[in-house]
């Protein structure tokens, strides 16, 4: 069964350096999203791609966040210059198209994201 | 603006007990709502949507839009219903689906 991928698993990083996480979503797939949960908090809405451009974006999804499809496959998201409070497990998540029958999320196994 | 809550953080209830996982949503317009669930170490997965009505693993949920609740129940709770669980409401479209803040549901042997 198609799954999403998410790389890497873990990664550790030094405040004010720039990170990339990597999504491959189902290939069939329209609809991408990045989620981030801090530990012990909520899972919180980050961005929606589809259609190569932001759908919608969250307040915590500032200047320092970008998302790319660079290759039709990947689907990337970039921090800039890290932050301590940037320290979360990302999901990924991809689904065909929203809906209630349709509409299931599909979920990677996440990234989690230590600053330091 | 799209809210979901769930007010318990964490739930115990003896193996065989009934179970009810509590959600309410605030949204201005038609709602299309999940229950999403994250056992140990694996994904978080969709475990059922209102709109099939059906039972998945003998949970139920059932919406409710003069409460504005969608209550996630199932009679006799098994060991292997431990998780977390997830709430969730898409506002459809290009929208973003937003989730509770979840309930760990421990069941005890």
């Known amino acids: 069964e198609p799954e999403v991928t998410q790389t890497p698993s873990h990664q550790v990083t030094q405040m004010g350096q720039e990170v990339i996480l990597r999504c491959v979503p189902i290939?069939?797939?329209?609809?991408f999203y990045w989620y981030r949960q801090i530990l012990g908090q909520k899972v919180e809405f980050l961005v929606s791609?589809?259609?190569?451009?932001?759908?919608?974006k969250s307040e915590i999804f500032d200047d320092q966040f970008s998302v790319e499809r660079p290759d039709g496959s990947n689907f990337t998201l970039k921090i800039r210059s890290t932050k301590l409070e940037d320290s979360a497990m990302y999901f990924c998540?991809?689904?065909?198209?929203?809906?209630?029958?349709?509409?299931?999320?599909?979920f990677g196994e996440g990234s989690r994201l230590t600053v330091l | 603006a799209q809210r979901v809550t769930q007010p318990e953080k964490l739930l115990s209830v003896f193996k065989g007990a009934p179970v009810e996982l509590k959600c309410n949503y605030s949204?201005?317009?038609?709602?299309?709502l999940f229950w999403y669930v994250q056992y140990s170490r694996q994904r978080l997965q969709l475990l059922l949507r209102?709109?099939s009505r059906e039972s998945i693993k003998g949970f139920t949920a059932d919406l409710n839009k003069g409460e504005t609740s969608f209550h996630l129940k199932k009679p006799f709770a098994q060991e292997e219903d431990s998780a977390m669980y997830y709430c969730?409401?898409?506002?459809?479209?290009?929208?973003?689906?937003?989730f509770g803040t979840g309930t760990k549901l421990q069941v005890i042997p």
């Open positions: 290939s069939n797939h329209l609809y």
């Open positions: 791609f589809y259609n190569n451009e932001i759908s919608e």
């Open positions: 969730a409401l898409d506002s459809g479209g290009y929208q973003k689906v937003t």
């Open positions: 209102h709109i």
């Open positions: 949204y201005s317009g038609s709602p299309e």
């Open positions: 998540a991809s689904r065909k198209r929203p809906g209630q029958h349709t509409g299931e999320l599909f």
